[in-house]
């Protein structure tokens, strides 16, 4: 089976920070996770899901949506089968369900096959 489970959400005030995690197991990860770009994605309450930053199956490159670059950084772990979300400088409209995602093959925007259920991060003014 495929498993995708997030943490670290929570509730922050504005201005501060948060990092999420990302853990895969089962038998398609266990051996290959480094053959899966991976990405984070979110959706705010009556908005469609969008994309926010993804990383590389080596995690040399990464990729993030304009309204966090400077603020987000995305990493990985192969040897933990773990990726990362470091949120800085949060701001309210960062409000939302964070998923994290994978996909075979580069990182990209779209196409992830297999998804985690979602951590509720909620920033007050």
């Known amino acids: 089976q495929v498993q995708l489970v997030e943490s670290g959400g929570g509730l922050v005030q504005a201005g501060g920070s948060l990092r999420l995690s990302c853990a895969a197991s089962?038998?398609?990860?266990?051996?290959?996770?480094?053959?899966?770009?991976m990405g984070w994605f979110r959706q705010a309450p009556g908005k469609e899901r969008e994309f926010v930053a993804a990383?590389?199956?080596?995690?040399?490159?990464?990729y993030y949506t304009d309204s966090v670059k400077g603020r987000f950084t995305i990493s990985r772990d192969n040897a933990k089968n773990t990726v990362y979300l470091q949120m800085n400088s949060l701001k309210p409209d960062d409000t939302a369900v964070y998923y994290c995602a994978a996909r075979p093959g580069p990182a990209t925007t779209t196409g992830y096959d297999y998804w985690g259920q979602g951590t509720q991060v909620t920033v007050s003014s």
């Open positions: 990383i590389s199956r080596s995690g040399d490159n990464t």
């Open positions: 089962g038998r398609t990860f266990r051996r290959t996770f480094s053959s899966y770009a």
